[in-house]
């Protein structure tokens, strides 16, 4: 019985050491990208800065759809069985990566013929950072394998040479056209250091790789067309809005932006916190223990985000103002509900890792049909209507039907059941 706590103890101390790593990466990360790009957004002011988040929006979307709805497949695979997990890695490589560039042109071609020139450079740097991004699925690998501490190096070392480089070309007033060069190295030096530790931390060589590669493709293909309408969706949410809002206003888009910056920046927490503790739910075989894992962790969602909103509530219209400017303190005007859009989108992550469990996938792919529509019509109208507020507003209602009513329905009401068992004390016994 002591040796049972004792290792339990012990592994919750991985866990939460392993939290603590990404945490710290992306402490860096945020402090980093919110003070230099502060900098950036005073010197090219909110139209342009909505020009570079535009293009970076649409191509999120299209490694959503390169990815095949597989980011999450891989981390709940990896966490079971490492070996299966490095084949699915290998085996869908070439299938990314094809998906990926037959998108990409169509897109590239669209914003050429559609767009000003600005627009259209920062969409070939944004194609070509993502592009690298949608390679580097070992960052999955290392978070699966408790191994955050390696993606904690890499990514640090590729924001800093980014921001060094956004501080430069603004300190300096270099034209906007440069910082193409610092979107790119922000996940071009993350995915060159990581290969180089995968080779090092692999546990499969070349040729035990290819066994079976075509089998497990395969098999990976069937899952991923169940999930890649869910994994589009967790996009849609955020860059749906984005994109509309574009079409209407770039300046209005540059606004969102940097409340959106703000108001989830402490969304890392959230997502470290996540990523660690849910690997213990998917080696859990008891269903009252998992119910009770996901429980504490919503818990602290909950508790992480309201502190942040009265952080927020206090300091936000001193912070916008110090650091971007009177151009941008409209950005106050839903600096809130861009924390609630935070909490819920915390929440509806646990929830849909916590069907993924039971593989519910079909499930998932039906609730993202039926969300997917909602939200583009709601997105269109609100922002149509309303501007900056119909974007924001728009994201949050789709959050918060995501997380709540259209998770219901799974396997007789378990989230309900999961959501109940926060406010009961045993959970936390």
């Given at each position: ?27 860096v990360s945020i402090f980093g990208l919110i003070f230099v790009t502060s900098f950036v957004a005073k010197y090219i002011g909110p139209v342009n800065f909505g020009k570079l988040t535009y293009a970076a929006s649409i191509f ?26 490095e084949k699915i890695i290998h085996a869908t490589k070439k299938t990314r990566e094809l998906i990926f560039f037959v998108f990409s042109l169509l897109l590239i071609s669209y914003v050429y013929i559609s767009s000003d020139s ?312």
């Open positions: 019985m002591q040796f049972k706590i004792l290792t339990k103890l012990s592994s919750n101390a991985h866990v939460l050491k392993n939290s603590f790593w990404m945490m710290s990466e992306k402490i999120a979307i299209v490694r959503s759809v390169a990815m095949l709805g597989t980011d999450d497949v891989i981390f709940q695979r990896i966490s079971k069985n490492i070996k299966l997990g600005l627009t259209f450079i920062f969409s070939l740097s944004s194609c070509l950072a993502v592009y690298f991004l949608t390679k580097d699925v070992y960052s999955i690998y290392f978070n699966a394998i408790l191994k955050s501490k390696v993606n904690t190096i890499c990514n640090v070392s590729g924001v800093l040479v980014s921001l060094f480089f956004r501080y430069v070309i603004a300190y300096f007033k270099l034209s906007p056209e440069y910082l193409c060069v610092p979107v790119v190295l922000v996940t071009l030096v993350p995915f060159l250091l990581r290969t180089f530790f995968y080779r090092k931390y692999r546990v499969l060589n070349i040729e035990q790789v290819k066994k079976n590669k075509v089998y497990v493709r395969k098999a990976m293909v069937l899952i991923g067309r169940k999930l890649v309408f869910y994994t589009l969706s967790v996009e849609i949410f955020t860059k749906i809005s984005q994109i509309f809002l574009g079409y209407h206003s770039k300046y209005e888009l540059g606004i969102y932006t940097v409340a959106a910056t703000l108001g989830t920046s402490f969304h890392f927490v959230l997502n470290a916190l996540i990523s660690s503790f849910m690997t213990q739910v998917y080696k859990e075989n008891d269903i009252n223990q998992s119910r009770k894992i996901i429980a504490r962790i919503i818990s602290i969602i909950v508790v992480i985000s309201l502190c942040s909103l009265l952080f927020f509530v206090i300091f936000g219209h001193f912070i916008i103002n110090q650091l971007y400017g009177q151009k941008f303190i409209e950005a106050n005007t839903v600096l809130i509900p861009m924390v609630f859009i935070c909490l819920f989108s915390g929440l509806s992550t646990v929830s849909e890792r916590y069907i993924m469990n039971f593989n519910g996938y079909s499930y998932l792919q039906r609730k993202t049909n039926v969300l997917m529509v909602f939200n583009v019509l709601l997105s269109f109208v609100m922002i149509r209507y309303f501007g900056l507020s119909g974007a924001v507003y728009s994201l949050l209602i789709t959050e918060v039907l995501s997380t709540t009513l259209l998770n219901y329905f799974f396997r007789s009401g378990e989230l309900l059941k999961v959501h109940l068992s926060v406010f009961n004390v045993r959970t936390y016994l």
